[in-house]
């Protein structure tokens, strides 16, 4: 970032609003769903490591998608939270740098991540018998490292790209966190082959990812059809059902900002939606996949007990 032609040295995020109450009753509201966010995930990620019934693929996959869920909001809520109390609504150019960076990578990373979890579904529900051999633990954890890996180095590509932009009409940025639409729209020079980018990027780390669990569910609809009993077809479609709310919350909000040209980028709409995937849907994770599962909530029982 040393061969940047940046001119400004901090950002301002004016966050939601002005108004000073409703400032404190956001923050009150960002502080309870970023604690219930620590709390359900850490939770699942205890309950996974300690009990030897939650020692499977699909578990391993929980577990990982809840420790990133947990590094995810605290890259967001902790800035939210001083921005809605504090009059210094500032952030340096380094931390503006680092908080793009990670928060790039992390939402690329659980792209990848979900995409691996409708596979580990696919095989499941299609190889019952051969699920342990077909997924065995060095396999889930190349899923997940090639996750991590694919979204960090997209989120490097992009990070460069971005901050070697020129920002020298305005530093004032009008969102809650340092997000890449309203950081290209303060940029007035070096913008040649910027949309080209970001279809790249979209297309990598977002398309790519659906395409893969569409045909995961394609093969999983063609087993579940060949199910004979209601019965059995009910069960198999309940073990993939918390992945496709996850995955429709997840991507539904992704794609509604980031597929839009510039010209239809709305301020006030696009905050709203941006809130629900950086601080929303990790406090709901926990949710989806423990409050339907059986064995989760004998794990918690075992636990408490």
């Not at 590094?71 to 902790?78: A, E, K």
């Not at 051999?133 to 989120?155: D, E, H, P, R, T």
């Not at 950081?183 to 990027?201: I, N, P, R, S, T």
Request: a positive charge.
């Amino acid at each position: 970032m040393e061969s940047s032609n940046h001119t400004v040295s901090e950002f301002i995020l004016l966050g939601f609003t002005s108004d000073p109450v409703m400032q404190l009753v956001l923050f009150v509201l960002f502080l309870i769903m970023y604690t219930l966010t620590i709390l359900g995930n850490s939770t699942l990620v205890v309950l996974i490591c300690s009990d030897s019934r939650l020692h499977t693929p699909m578990y391993f996959f929980i577990g990982n998608l809840s420790f990133l869920d947990l590094w995810l909001s605290t890259v967001y809520t902790p800035k939210i939270l001083v921005i809605c109390i504090s009059e210094n609504k500032s952030i340096s150019f380094a931390g503006c740098v680092a908080q793009f960076f990670f928060s790039a990578g992390l939402d690329y990373s659980e792209c990848y991540l979900l995409a691996a979890m409708a596979y580990d579904r696919y095989v499941a529900i299609s190889k019952p018998l051969l699920y342990s051999q077909a997924m065995s633990i060095k396999l889930c954890a190349f899923f997940v490292a090639a996750s991590y890996m694919g979204g960090f180095i997209n989120s490097s590509i992009i990070t460069k790209k971005t901050f070697t932009f020129d920002f020298c009409n305005d530093n004032v940025i009008d969102d809650f966190f340092c997000d890449l639409l309203p950081l290209v729209k303060l940029a007035c020079g070096g913008k040649d082959g910027y949309q080209a980018l970001m279809y790249f990027l979209l297309t990598s780390n977002v398309m790519a990812p659906i395409a893969l669990i569409l045909a995961s569910y394609l093969f999983i609809i063609a087993t579940i059809l060949r199910i004979r009993s209601t019965q059995g077809r009910l069960k198999a479609f309940s073990t993939c059902s918390s992945h496709l709310i996850s995955v429709t919350l997840y991507y539904g909000s992704i794609l509604y900002i980031y597929s839009r040209s510039g010209t239809s980028y709305s301020l006030g709409r696009d905050k709203i939606v941006s809130t629900f995937y950086t601080v929303v849907f990790p406090m709901l994770n926990p949710l989806i996949y423990s409050l339907r599962n059986k064995d989760v909530k004998e794990a918690l029982s075992k636990l408490f007990k």
